[in-house]
Nanobody, 120 residues
Framework: QVQLVESGGGAVQAGGSLRLSCVSSARTSGSVNVGWFRRAPGKEREFVGGIIFGTPYYGDSIEGRFTVSRDNAKNTVYLQMNNLKPEDTAIYYC???????????????WGQGTQVTVSS
């Protein structure tokens, strides 16, 4: 059973930055896909970005402000978020599966989430 733990969330003002981390309990390699999702209050969970084989890919709503990267030696995937907006307020989750996907129902393992709050 793979366990994922997110960290790095918090409260920030609009225009600020945060870096979220997702640590896996299992040894990961570049061939393992890790995705980031978020759920804003009153909204469905949506895909933010993912990474597999060292190549990141993103959801349509991100507008180039977020960057996904990974450090395989640390079994960690990062989500760097810049120029944050109040509408980025959400619980952010990382998830893992064997292939690239923007669909949450195709992910096998999930973290517990970390709260990001952006004030105007």
């Amino acid at each position: 059973q793979v366990q994922l733990v997110e960290s790095g969330g918090g409260a920030v003002q609009a225009g600020g930055s945060l870096r979220l981390s997702c640590v896996s309990s299992a040894r990961t390699s570049g061939s393992v896909n890790v995705g980031w999702f978020r759920r804003a209050p009153g909204k469905e969970r949506e895909f933010v970005g993912g990474i597999i084989f060292g190549t990141p890919y993103y959801g349509d709503s991100i507008e180039g402000r977020f960057t996904v990267s990974r450090d395989n030696a640390k079994n960690t995937v990062y989500l760097q978020m810049n120029n944050l907006k109040p509408e980025d307020t959400a619980i952010y989750y990382c998830a893992q599966n064997a292939f690239a996907s923007r669909e949450q129902n195709q992910y096998n393992y999930w973290g517990q989430g970390t709260q990001v709050t952006v004030s105007s």
